[in-house]
């Protein structure tokens, strides 16, 4: 059972655009949400996050929006670099268990 | 600061071999976790630790598979004997408890088993 989905396995933007990258759930009693950035050969890099009691949270070009009611999440950037070329993953949690659950990661390629 | 250290960086072996892996986790951070990370998909949790008590380790292979942090710091995961769908991505991770979801990963050893 796939709790965190992200249903787009690649994203090709051009540099200045916007990215947007987007997640679903399945389980409601997860409370924060997060993004998560990785290059190829390092590990996962915190990114940003979201409370369940918010609906958005930003971060200079970075800015994260939450529809409880339609249990999805996603992730702007504006406007996107080329240095923003990774793979991103979704994620959430449970506070009180604390046990991060991730999706399967969207690639994301900006192009100068 | 240091960040989360992982060794060895790559490490091939033929099936049915040990192996082992090792982690330093950020100092002060109690919470240490181990994930695994297939090809093409997100990282999938092993094991956690608070401290040095394992508080969840229902997705650790059991039969193959374990985990040890002793005195609460540095972690060590093993496989023996290792099977050729072992070969993948092994990240280590730590935390604080009041940051909820906010991990810091090492830079994760690949396994290649022949």
């Known amino acids: 059972d796939q709790q965190v989905k992200q249903n787009s396995p690649s994203l090709s933007v051009q540099e200045g655009r916007i990215s947007i990258l987007n997640c679903d759930y399945t389980?409601?009693?997860?409370?924060?949400f997060l993004w998560y950035k990785k290059y190829p050969a390092e590990g996962p890099t915190f990114l940003i996050s979201?409370?369940?009691?918010?609906d958005k949270n930003e971060d200079g070009r970075f800015t994260v929006f939450l529809n409880k009611s339609a249990k999805h999440l996603s992730l702007h950037i504006v406007p996107s670099q080329p240095g923003d070329s990774a793979v991103y993953f979704c994620?959430?949690?449970?506070?009180?268990?604390?046990?991060?659950?991730f999706g399967q990661g969207t690639t994301l390629q900006v192009k100068p | 600061e240091a960040g989360v250290v992982q060794s060895p960086r790559y490490k091939i072996i033929e099936k049915k071999q040990p192996v082992a892996f090792w982690c330093n986790p950020i100092s002060g951070h109690n919470t240490l976790y181990w994930y695994l990370q297939n090809l093409g998909q997100g990282p999938e949790l092993l094991i956690r630790y608070e401290n040095e008590e394992a508080v969840d380790d229902s997705q650790l292979p059991k039969d193959r598979f374990s985990a040890e942090r002793l005195k609460g710091v540095d972690s060590t995961l093993k496989i023996q004997p290792a099977e050729l769908g072992d070969s993948a991505v092994y990240l280590c991770a730590s935390s604080l408890r009041d940051s909820p979801g906010e991990l810091f990963f090492g830079e994760g050893s690949r396994l290649t088993v022949l």
């Open positions: 994620a959430a949690v449970t506070s009180n268990t604390g046990k991060l659950i």
């Open positions: 389980n409601s009693m997860f409370d924060y």
């Open positions: 979201i409370s369940s009691i918010k």
